[in-house]
């Protein structure tokens, strides 16, 4: 059947409706996301099928992981259950800090294999590796733990659910919006290293050595971060 083609029998939910509308809405956006996760599916999947170093065997199925989750909350988002998506996100943010840590530190990557880890602490020992995202990740984090993993004042309101699109409700899916970029920025960084063989075109990381990388963003890098965080744009820097 063709994923345009609708059965007759289908009966559309109220959140198929919100996400037809959020959809229309956000259409550069939703185009972006839609081919940003597909293209980070299937680098991860290709690494995968083809790994030979067993130290990632562990960071890919992280990675592969918090992309699931980011995709669940980019789901949650445009069906309008905006309340749960902060959590999500904030459960993909910490599943990638602690596949950078592994892959940055090969004894924590042996803790991890034992789960000893101490995973809560991923996200300020990330700030250390990436120093130059490392605010702005702290900052994203922060927000969502305090609003939406702890009960914060997001859950004073009574979020009402309806299919109709109000000014308020389109206002806080704006706000929302960079969160769920950031998380698919966290995730595209780190692949990009992690699945080196299968990136055509490198945005942040230069190869310096046998399995050696060094943060430097391309021009083209820059002017896609640009066009990703739009508004945001200042606050997400690719340079070490």
């Given at each position: 059947?063709?994923?345009?083609?609708?059965?007759?029998?289908?009966?559309?939910?109220?959140?198929?409706?919100?996400?037809?509308q959020?959809d229309?809405?956000?259409?550069?956006?939703?185009?972006?996301?839609?081919?940003?996760g597909?293209?980070?599916?299937?680098?991860?999947?290709?690494?995968?099928?083809?790994?030979?170093?067993?130290?990632?065997?562990?960071?890919?199925?992280?990675?592969?992981?918090?992309l699931?989750?980011?995709?669940?909350?980019?789901?949650?988002?445009?069906r309008?259950?905006?309340?749960?998506v902060?959590?999500?996100?904030?459960?993909?943010?910490?599943t990638v800090?602690?596949?950078?840590?592994?892959?940055?530190?090969?004894?924590?990557?042996?803790?991890?294999?034992m789960?000893?880890?101490?995973?809560?602490?991923?996200?300020?020992?990330?700030?250390?590796?990436?120093?130059?995202?490392?605010?702005?990740?702290?900052k994203?984090?922060?927000?969502?733990?305090r609003?939406?993993?702890?009960?914060?004042?997001?859950?004073?309101?009574?979020?009402?659910?309806?299919p109709g699109l109000?000014?308020?409700?389109v206002?806080?899916l704006?706000d929302?919006?960079?969160?769920?970029?950031m998380?698919?920025?966290l995730?595209?960084?780190?692949?990009?290293?992690?699945?080196w063989?299968?990136?055509?075109?490198?945005r942040?990381?230069?190869?310096?050595?046998?399995q050696?990388?060094?943060r430097?963003?391309?021009?083209?890098?820059?002017?896609?971060?640009?066009k990703?965080?739009?508004?945001?744009?200042s606050?997400?820097?690719?340079e070490?």
């Amino acid at each position: 059947m063709n994923a345009q083609e609708v059965p007759e029998d289908f009966v559309p939910t109220l959140s198929d409706l919100s996400a037809y509308q959020v959809d229309k809405l956000f259409q550069d956006d939703m185009r972006l996301l839609g081919n940003w996760g597909s293209d980070l599916f299937l680098r991860l999947r290709g690494t995968a099928d083809v790994n030979e170093i067993p130290e990632r065997t562990p960071v890919l199925g992280l990675l592969s992981n918090a992309l699931l989750t980011a995709t669940a909350a980019l789901e949650l988002w445009r069906r309008g259950f905006l309340l749960q998506v902060g959590t999500l996100l904030r459960n993909a943010n910490e599943t990638v800090a602690v596949a950078a840590v592994i892959t940055s530190d090969a004894s924590a990557g042996e803790r991890h294999g034992m789960g000893k880890l101490d995973t809560a602490k991923a996200l300020t020992e990330l700030k250390t590796l990436w120093p130059d995202i490392g605010a702005t990740v702290a900052k994203f984090t922060g927000y969502l733990s305090r609003e939406f993993v702890h009960i914060g004042t997001g859950y004073r309101a009574w979020f009402r659910f309806s299919p109709g699109l109000t000014e308020r409700h389109v206002a806080d899916l704006r706000d929302m919006l960079p969160c769920i970029k950031m998380t698919f920025y966290l995730i595209d960084l780190l692949s990009e290293m992690v699945c080196w063989q299968n990136v055509a075109h490198p945005r942040h990381w230069q190869k310096t050595g046998p399995q050696r990388y060094e943060r430097r963003t391309t021009e083209a890098g820059r002017e896609w971060v640009k066009k990703v965080f739009k508004e945001q744009a200042s606050e997400v820097s690719d340079e070490p």
